[in-house]
């Protein structure tokens, strides 16, 4: 399979999402590609707990984005992976979504895990985190929302 040239590529490009309102804080949302996911809050906090919170998936989008651009970036640069895992963890205040005064409602830290098991050498996995930290949009989304970015790698061989 070829990679894409990025003269193929449109200059700016959209996604979209739809949420359809259950009541008690549930959703259940369309995205463009005409997926479909729940969307819920804990029963703590008034759910029913039948999906991943809105933050739980903002989460799993930097941790799914990680992976995916990861990838590419490794395919472009002809390096081998045999294997990855990425974990995306953030911080944030409760408080600050409850609405209370002197309290942020967005991450304050974010913290990624990622273990790629392969043969590359230390010059190649530098290129290719420089790369990631440029091309990984999520990545960028949380970086220019001032939230401290803690990149944490863990290279097997």
């Not at 990631?132 to 790698?153: E, G, H, Q, T």
């Amino acid at each position: 399979m070829m990679a894409i040239r990025p003269k193929e590529l449109p200059k700016t490009t959209s996604n979209w999402a739809e949420a359809d309102w259950q009541g008690h804080q549930k959703s259940v949302v369309t995205t463009k590609s005409g997926h479909t996911v729940i969307v819920d809050e804990p029963k703590a906090l008034g759910g029913s707990d039948e999906g991943p919170s809105p933050m739980g998936y903002l989460f799993t989008s930097l941790a799914g984005c990680t992976s995916v651009i990861i990838e590419r970036v490794a395919k472009d640069l002809g390096i081998q992976i045999d294997g990855m895992k990425v974990r995306a963890e953030g911080f944030y205040s409760p408080r600050g979504i409850a609405g209370q005064d002197g309290y942020e409602s967005g991450p304050t830290e974010v913290r990624s895990d990622i273990t790629l098991k392969t043969s590359a050498s230390d010059a190649e996995i530098e290129n290719l985190k420089k790369a990631y930290f440029k091309r990984c949009p999520v990545f960028n989304l949380f970086r220019k929302s001032n939230a401290k970015m803690i990149d944490n790698w863990v290279i097997e061989r």
